[in-house]
T-cell receptor, first 115, second 115 residues
Framework: AQTVTQSQPEMSVQEAETVTLSCTYD???????LFWYKQPPSRQMILVIR??????QNATENRFSVNFQKAAKSFSLKISDSQLGDAAMYFC????????????FGKGITLSVRP | DTGVSQDPRHKITKRGQNVTFRCDPISEHNRLYWYRQTLGQGPEFLTYFQNEAQLEKSRLLSDRFSAERPKGSFSTLEIQRTEQGDSAMYLC?????????????FGPGTRLTVT
């Protein structure tokens, strides 16, 4: 079975600074996708960034980038120039490639941004 | 594209009562997922539909839980004889099939409190 581990329950960052959120996963599959989702308080979950396992290049979306280390099964999220609106819970998630496409989530990390 | 909607947003019920939640996916999405999220945890997969066919059910989905998607559009999740342990956020997500890497879009969730 696939597992996703987020070992840091909380992190804090100063506005305009950079923060890195950690995630490790375990799978025996070779073809899969990894995601970071953001869940603001009382608001719905939205996709921040995704990474295809077959791609060596790390994904980047504006201020958000990932460090994908396939051999180490590590998938961290870097948020640059942190903004107050980045405060939320962040979930790392895994999905096997193919028709069975359920997501397996980590426990999440609460990110606070200090003004 | 109006997004995934869920109704009700909040439900308080007494132990032993039955409750039903509704999810309306994005109109062209034929895949629909239900997840359960308890406080401080990431969402956990419950069940998944492709059109009207329920293709997978998690072990979390006890015999008190039933989900339907009768016409391949909206879906309902019913919990019979609710227990306090059923208190959670119930999330619905939808996805367009045919492209292996399309993302899941989440609704705002239904928060269930069993007293």
């Amino acid at each position: 079975a696939q597992t996703v581990t987020q070992s840091q329950p909380e992190m804090s960052v100063q506005e305009a600074e950079t923060v890195t959120l950690s995630c490790t996963y375990d799978t025996s599959e070779s073809d899969y996708y990894l995601f970071w989702y953001k869940q603001p308080p009382s608001r719905q979950m939205i996709l921040v960034i995704r990474q295809e396992a077959y791609k060596q290049q790390n994904a980047t979306e504006n201020r958000f980038s990932v460090n994908f280390q396939k051999a180490a099964k590590s998938f961290s999220l870097k948020i640059s120039d942190s903004q107050l609106g980045d405060a939320a819970m962040y979930f790392c998630a895994y999905r096997r490639a193919g028709a069975n496409s359920k997501l397996t989530f980590g426990k999440g990390i609460t990110l606070s941004v200090r003004p | 594209d109006t997004g995934v909607s869920q109704d009700p947003r909040h439900k308080i019920t007494k132990r032993g009562q039955n409750v039903t939640f509704r999810c309306d996916p994005i109109s062209e999405h034929n895949r629909l997922y239900w997840y359960r999220q308890t406080l401080g945890q990431g969402p956990e997969f419950l069940t998944y539909f492709q059109n009207e066919a329920q293709l997978e059910k998690s072990r979390l989905l006890s015999d008190r839980f039933s989900a339907e998607r009768p016409k391949g559009s909206f879906s309902t999740l019913e919990i019979q004889r609710t227990e306090q342990g059923d208190s959670a956020m119930y999330l619905c997500a939808s996805r367009r099939s045919g492209t292996g890497d399309s993302e899941q879009y989440f609704g705002p969730g239904t928060r269930l409190t069993v007293t």
